[in-house]
């Protein structure tokens, strides 16, 4: 990503981190970063969603089929990741139980579920970005000009994957107001629709990935 001149383009670097990183900045300071049990939450969302890669990678490792194709890798990941996601409510909700139990004031844990998803969200989405979009910004600081993608070759590769990841952002922190509610309500649709959306972009961008090889 460079001028004619061979420096980097700042304006178009800088542009890309704020719309891939820019809305989930401003959901962390506004809703998150207000409360210190609410940033507690946001790095164990976080903390989870990479032990979920990881395990992921680990099962990568030892299942044949999944190092030779994305159909087969795509489902466990989003398993897993769904798993990791309701291990996360489960921990949130015995903290909860155990924080009430000894505690006699209403106001020593001042959470409810919507913030406290949202807070999830953006640490779930937060290590998905930086993991996404985080490598490819490092990568565009050189002077070797802007990389394009042959899938749309009129936009920088940067920017396409900015636009991206910021749907995927959206995507996890609601993703996970949703997963929340289900949970504390037992509602097999809300936890259903959950997985079923996931899903479905997991392999709408499998797809895509796979029109780019056999273009």
């Not at 106001?107 to 779930?124: E, R």
């Not at 937060?126 to 002077?143: K, N, P, Q, R, W």
Request: aromatic share 10%; proline share 3%.
């Amino acid at each position: 990503m460079a001028l004619h001149d061979g420096l980097v383009n700042w304006p178009l670097l800088f542009g890309c981190i704020l719309v891939g990183f820019g809305p989930l900045a401003a959901l962390f300071f506004v809703v998150v970063a207000k409360r210190a049990q609410l940033v507690i939450i946001a790095l164990s969302g976080a903390f989870t969603w990479l032990v979920a890669i990881l395990v992921t990678a680990s099962l990568w490792q030892v299942i044949p089929p999944m190092k030779t194709s994305l159909s087969a890798t795509v489902p466990v990941a989003v398993a897993v990741q769904e798993a990791f996601r309701m291990l996360f409510f489960y921990l949130y909700t015995r903290t909860e139980r155990a924080v009430a139990a000894v505690t006699t004031s209403a106001h020593q844990l001042p959470l409810n579920d919507i913030t406290s998803a949202l807070a999830g969200g953006v640490g779930f989405s937060v290590m998905h970005a930086l993991l996404m979009f985080g490598s490819l910004v490092a990568s565009s600081t050189g002077s070797r000009g802007a990389a394009f993608s042959a899938s749309c070759e009129s936009i920088p590769l940067v920017f396409s994957a900015a636009i991206s990841a910021l749907a995927l952002t959206v995507m996890d922190v609601a993703l996970m107001v949703v997963a929340f509610d289900g949970y504390r309500k037992r509602s097999a649709l809300a936890v259903g629709a959950v997985f079923v959306i996931h899903m479905g972009v997991a392999l709408s961008v499998r797809r895509r990935l796979w029109e780019e090889v056999v273009s």
